[in-house]
C-alpha cells in the first residue's frame, strides 16, 4: 500500500500530540496494541479526503449536547415558548439601526 498525504485538522493535531506524548510513556506503551494500531493507521490513510473528514467528525463529536437543530426542534414543539405567541409585535424592520 502506498503512502498518501493526510491534512491534519485541529482536533487530529491535539489527538496527535496527545499520542507522541504517551507513547514515550513506558507504561503506556506496553499495554498498546500496536499492530491493531498501525492496521488502523494504514486504513485511515487508505481513506479518501471525505471518508476521512466523515471518521474524524464520527470520533470527535461531542454527542453529549444536542445539535442546533435538535435544540430549534425542542423550542418549537416543548411548548415553553407558546406564551410568546400571544405578544404583541412591537418591533418592525423600520425600528431603529440593523445590528
Known amino acids: ?3 498518501c498525504k493526510i491534512k491534519i485538522s ?7 500530540d496527545k499520542i507522541k506524548n504517551s507513547v ?7 499495554a498498546v496494541n500496536t499492530q491493531l494500531v498501525d492496521t488502523l493507521v494504514q486504513i485511515i490513510r ?3 479526503a471525505t471518508e476521512q473528514a466523515l471518521l474524524e ?3 470527535f463529536s461531542d454527542v453529549s449536547h444536542p445539535s442546533t437543530l435538535e435544540l430549534m426542534h425542542l423550542a418549537e414543539k416543548g ?3 407558546d406564551f410568546l405567541y400571544d405578544e404583541p409585535d412591537i418591533y418592525t424592520t ?6
Not at 10 to 16: P, R, T, V
Not at 24 to 30: G, T
Not at 94 to 99: K, L, Q, R, T
Request: aromatic share 0%.
Open 46 to 48: 487508505s481513506l479518501s
Open 79 to 81: 411548548g415553553a415558548l
Open 57 to 59: 467528525k464520527q470520533l
Open 24 to 30: 514515550n510513556n513506558p507504561k503506556i506503551l506496553k
Open 10 to 16: 485541529g482536533n487530529l493535531k491535539i489527538q496527535e
Open 1 to 3: 500500500m502506498g503512502k
Open 94 to 99: 423600520e425600528d431603529g439601526e440593523p445590528v
